[in-house]
DNA sequence: GGTGTCTGCCCC
DNA sequence: ATTCTGC
DNA sequence: GCAGAATGGGCAGACACC
């Protein structure tokens, strides 16, 4: 297949706004495609490579648009063929030698053709479409169900895979990591218990998300996408060695401890991994036979209890409420509200999970702000924020382009315009004069901020058109703030 | 060897 | 990671 | 309700360059 037939319909994905006329237009590229070529088309079409990755960014590709073919002629095999090479450089000279590949590819691709490689190997393919859609499209090609083509892919955890097999004949395997569950936001206790009614409660960790995978003596653990980090996490691979079980999938949390038995900080966590010890919440296959379609309540059961996480099952929202007050107390992010009767809903976050985190907000300034790219073209979005400084002036301690609507950018824009002292490059710096009230989750120590402090997971809540900068808060009290464990 | 830059279906 | 938006 | 898009900080590992 041509990759000018595949950019083709990847501009009419892209110019097309309803999910079915998109599907359609993939489905009918899907029957063009030979067996040989359609897991590549698939993994094209959805913004992925079947390389994963290639040690490829932005810098190199950049460098890598020069000479424009006027014929298309490259086919998505020899595509595929030299981003194999690619992956396959390693050592002393690769970078040049990856340069000198990725050159050669660009010099015989349209421009159209270069600019969809450009995106698709940064990630940004931007049509509107990925693999959520990718399996309508597949589903329809194949004249299946989506809900069969999306299980099976869950298990196959490849799309590719599905496009011609035997659907039917997927199951859950050994070794084969699947899509960890993933939960949605909840305020508090409270919204948890209306949606699920009696639910378990459980601390909630702040680690890295592992899936582990035991048969006898071979252990093999999955990060939250699907990488495998065996070698990473020695503690975790020697604790499940220990268990008294044959075959098993569990799904959990490795967190660091201290001696006290608190909870290290993710940064901390993250720099001694090997020390990492795991937690387990669910379990999703035992001794042969999948528990995926179990209820909640009886696959907590199998679990291993010396490794699950401090846990109640209640319908009462005190006793939930002092739960998370325990939780917090105790070092830990907040908690995970589960519904008992539940399945275990592989990939999705529509499920009957919900995660409940201690939010913290400050009053800060904007510094600066940044143009935005694609649907935040001709916009200033990313934000710089400062924390007043006593001694004068204000201390930066990072970024958010979240929380704000269309209507807010606008508005945003607009204004910091008007404040506008000087550009640099794609940032506007302005007179510090507007106050925004920011949400985060913690504070971490940073090597490139000059307080020595940014940020985590911060949102804009909302302008605060009552406050002056001088009613901003101090880097003093976000000092204090991180003292405190924030 | 020391330092800087780039990359990562990165981890969150 | 979080958030907003179109379908 | 789902899926996609737009973007954050930090860290380790790999390589380039001096």
């Known amino acids: 297949m041509l990759l000018s037939s595949l950019v083709s319909t990847s501009s009419q994905v892209a110019a097309t706004s309803g999910r079915l006329a998109k599907i359609t237009l993939l489905a009918d590229l899907l029957k063009q495609a030979g067996p040989d070529e359609i897991a590549l088309a698939i993994a094209y079409l959805s913004g992925t490579i079947r390389q994963s990755k290639i040690g490829v960014g932005w810098a190199t590709l950049n460098k890598a648009k020069s000479y424009v073919a006027t014929t298309p002629r490259l086919t998505i095999q020899e595509v595929d063929a030299t981003l194999e090479k690619i992956a396959m450089t390693a050592g002393k000279g690769s970078a040049t030698e990856k340069q000198r590949l990725l050159s050669d590819l660009f010099s015989r691709a349209t421009a159209e053709e270069q600019d969809f490689l450009f995106r698709l190997l940064t990630g940004e393919l931007r049509q509107g479409a990925l693999e959520g859609i990718m399996v309508e499209a597949v589903a329809k090609a194949r004249d299946l169900p989506a809900s069969e083509v999306r299980r099976a892919t869950m298990l196959a955890g490849n799309l590719g895979a599905v496009a011609s097999g035997d659907v039917a004949s997927f199951k859950v395997e050994l070794f084969r990591p699947i899509k960890p569950m993933l939960a949605k936001t909840a305020t508090d206790v409270d919204e948890a218990l209306a949606e699920l009614g009696p639910a378990s409660f459980e601390y909630k960790l702040d680690g890295i998300r ?98 699950r996480p401090p846990h109640i099952v209640t319908a009462d929202a005190n006793a939930a409420r002092s739960f998370f007050d325990a939780a917090i107390a105790a070092g830990q992010e907040g908690l995970m509200a589960k519904g008992l009767e539940s399945k275990y809903d592989a990939g999705r976050r529509g499920g009957a999970w919900f995660k409940i985190k201690k939010a913290n907000t400050l009053d800060l300034v904007v510094l600066a702000a940044e143009w935005g790219h694609g649907r935040r073209h001709g916009r200033l979005s990313n934000l710089h924020l400062g924390a007043r400084d006593p001694n004068g002036g204000f201390v930066m ?90």
């Open 397 to 486: 301690l990072g970024k958010t382009f979240k929380g704000l609507s269309d209507e807010l950018l606008e508005w945003q824009t607009q204004q910091l315009l008007e404040k506008e002292v000087k550009r640099e490059g794609h940032i506007v710096y302005v007179r510090p004069e507007l106050v925004v009230e920011i949400a985060f989750n913690g504070l971490q120590d940073s090597p490139h901020y000059p307080g020595g402090l940014a940020l985590r997971f911060a949102r804009v809540i909302r302008y605060r058109d009552d406050k002056k900068p001088e009613d901003a808060d101090t880097i003093e009290t976000v000092r204090k703030l991180h003292g405190t464990g924030a």
């Open 210 to 307: 592992i899936q582990v995978h035991k048969r006898g003596a071979e252990v093999r653990v999955y990060s939250r996408t699907l990488n495998d980090i065996t070698g990473e996490v020695p503690q975790v691979v020697a604790s499940v060695k220990g268990l008294k079980v044959g075959e098993v999938i569990l799904d959990g949390e490795a967190i660091v401890l201290s001696a006290d038995g608190r909870p290290l900080r993710f940064q901390e966590t993250m720099k001694g991994l090997g020390s990492a010890v795991p937690f387990f919440f669910d379990i999703l296959y035992s001794d042969g036979a999948s528990l995926l379609d179990q209820p909640y309540s009886a696959r907590t059961k199998l679990l291993p209890e010396a490794h």
